[in-house]
């Protein structure tokens, strides 16, 4: 049984238009290390939500600080998700770890879920070395997610109109036309999909920290994906510190219902913090 | 220049509870604010953000507005709970809400699905609820969402040419589509449920029809009911009324406003459908 921690204090950085959601969890304890929640994109965050909590509340009891930040037209935060940009969320990235890094006087890790994950990479090669990455279900490939959330509106497009005028190619054309394109309720912007366009973390120096990489998968017994296998491979051979591990459970970020992965939970803490959570 | 949002944390019953209050100007002052309940497996936020632009558009026409989530939903602490037994975090988030905005003395909850239908359940139990907005309210059972299925969603489908066109073409699944249809004729039937995937609890709740007219019977604030065209919940629910002498009395009564968004969807995912339901909600709380 642990001590009660505090609670978690949600604010918001700033003010105005630069205004970003925040939720501390302070660390029960002295301080063992700091982390910065990057969350996926789109409905994926609001999925997600649940276990993040859940995960970030279990590390603050552990003794680690623990900070989630809405990125700019996200969640909570100002602004619209249509004006958001890629350099924007990279901004945020640094205005979160700056703040996490003044609050608990250590080196800021970056923790990241799906594309917040490849957003934790691009943030760790612009000479911003954190002192580890968690990664669980990076998006590896800009280009890939930017067509799986494009299929959403050529799905709806089917529905509503009867026919699929085109698939996510002419989506494209239109986006690379510089319309907007409004898809599940979310206003995608060019200039964010030409960014997502050209994120790929196959072309990304190996990242110069131990790496925790966690996909889950429907059965324990299952090897990792093949392309997460594929990237972590060419990292390790370039001298990375890149620990993969597969952990059975429901991809929560994409459930009909709110789902739990306590499996998840269990193997982080493990990985971070050197013990294992008496089941 | 509005103010900026609060964000809160407050306990319910051992647990913490988050939450963001949109403030009105400074200066103004609103005797009612809405307080936004979430429903479905969605967080204080909303589907595509919907609640968190909701509650700006109130608090920039002068209706302070704060959302927040449930024990074990969202960034809320505690175990997670459906909608039926959230009575003690609407009454807390009401508490903390009214604490928050000086001169402020009643509500309006403002429901989506089956936060619609746990308003309905609250409402009546206290007094500085003052009135309701119910969007495409939650009322599931097992043979009313295969009859609203078949009646609305199968039967548009068929009329339409592209299906055939794809069915020609071989690109419809003709096994797995006549399988689920066979199940919803089962299921309209009083058998099996349905395997189609529903936007809400899966579980249909036993009595919820009747704890919802007891509700809206037991209720005497005004009431506006938003319905999407393109929603099977709202179907159901319209269905529903359209069926029973009560529900058609109580929606006859001139305290309900009813509105309508024939193409929209249930959770109103284009700008247009979401800034008309933001509309249509701080012209009707200004109105009375």
């Known amino acids: 049984m642990h001590a009660a921690a505090s609670p978690p204090q949600p604010f918001f950085l700033d003010t105005g238009a630069a205004a970003r959601f925040c939720l501390y969890h302070a660390p029960l304890g002295p301080c063992r290390g700091a982390w910065l929640f990057l969350h996926p994109f789109a409905e994926e965050m609001n999925k997600a939500r649940r276990m993040v909590a859940l995960q970030a509340r279990a590390l603050a009891q552990r003794g680690h600080a623990v900070l989630q930040i809405d990125l700019h037209g996200c969640g909570d935060s100002a ?189 982080t803490i493990a990985a971070l913090t050197g013990t294992i959570h008496a089941a | 220049m509005q103010p900026d949002e609060q964000a809160l944390c407050f306990p319910c019953d051992g647990d913490w509870l988050t939450a963001v209050l949109s403030p009105i100007g400074p200066g103004a002052l609103a005797r009612r604010g809405v307080l936004i309940v979430v429903g479905g497996p969605q967080y204080r936020a909303g589907s595509h953000r919907q609640f968190a632009l909701l509650a700006r558009s109130l608090a920039a026409a002068g209706i302070p507005a704060m959302r927040f989530d449930y024990r074990g939903m969202g960034d809320s602490g505690g175990d997670p709970r459906t909608f039926e037994a959230v009575d003690l975090d609407l009454r807390t988030a009401i508490d903390r809400f009214i604490a928050a905005v000086p001169g402020m003395q009643e509500v309006v909850l403002w429901g989506l699905c089956d936060a619609a239908s746990a308003a309905l359940f609250y409402a009546r139990h206290d007094r500085r609820v003052a009135g309701l907005v119910l969007a495409n309210p939650w009322a599931r059972t097992s043979d009313g969402l295969a009859r609203a299925t078949l009646k609305h969603y199968y039967v548009a489908r068929l009329l339409q040419p592209a299906f055939w066109k794809k069915l020609v073409s071989g690109r419809f699944d003709v096994r797995g589509s006549l399988g689920s249809l066979v199940g919803l004729v089962r299921s309209a039937r009083g058998g099996a449920a349905p395997a189609m995937q529903v936007p809400t609890p899966a579980v249909p709740a036993p009595g919820l029809r009747e704890r919802m007219l007891a509700g809206w019977q037991g209720f005497r604030g005004p009431i506006l009911l938003i319905t999407s065209g393109a929603d099977l919940t709202a179907q159901e629910f319209l269905d529903m009324v359209k069926a029973s002498r009560p ?42």
């Open chain 1, 79 to 267: 602004g619209d998700f249509a004006d958001a940009t890629w350099e924007g969320w990279l901004d945020d990235v640094a205005r979160g770890a700056a703040w996490l890094h003044e609050r608990s006087g250590q080196a800021v890790a970056l923790w990241g879920l799906r594309l917040g994950a490849l957003l934790a990479l691009d943030h760790a090669r612009h000479g911003n070395a954190p002192p580890a990455l968690l990664l669980w279900q990076p998006v590896l490939n800009g280009s890939q997610a930017l067509t799986q959330f494009l299929r959403l509106k050529v799905a709806s497009q089917m529905l509503t109109e009867g026919g699929d005028n085109g698939g996510t190619a002419a989506l494209r054309e239109v986006l690379a036309a510089g319309q907007p394109l409004e898809i599940a309720g979310y206003t995608l912007a060019p200039a964010l999909a030409q960014a997502l366009d050209h994120l790929d973390a196959t072309r990304l120096p190996p990242p110069a920290c131990p790496v925790h990489w966690f996909e889950l998968v429907a059965d324990a017994a299952r090897p990792l994906p093949p392309a997460a296998a594929r990237v972590a491979e060419a990292w390790c051979r370039q001298g990375a510190h890149v620990r993969t591990q597969a952990v059975a459970g429901p991809q929560f970020w994409a459930t009909q219902e709110i789902a739990e992965c306590p499996a998840l939970l269990d193997a």
């Open chain 2, 247 to 288: 529900w058609q009395k109580l929606l006859a009564d001139p305290r309900v406003q009813r509105q309508t968004l024939a193409a929209a969807d249930h959770t109103f995912s284009r700008r247009e459908w979401r800034d008309q339901v933001a509309g249509w909600t701080a012209a009707w709380v200004r109105s009375w």
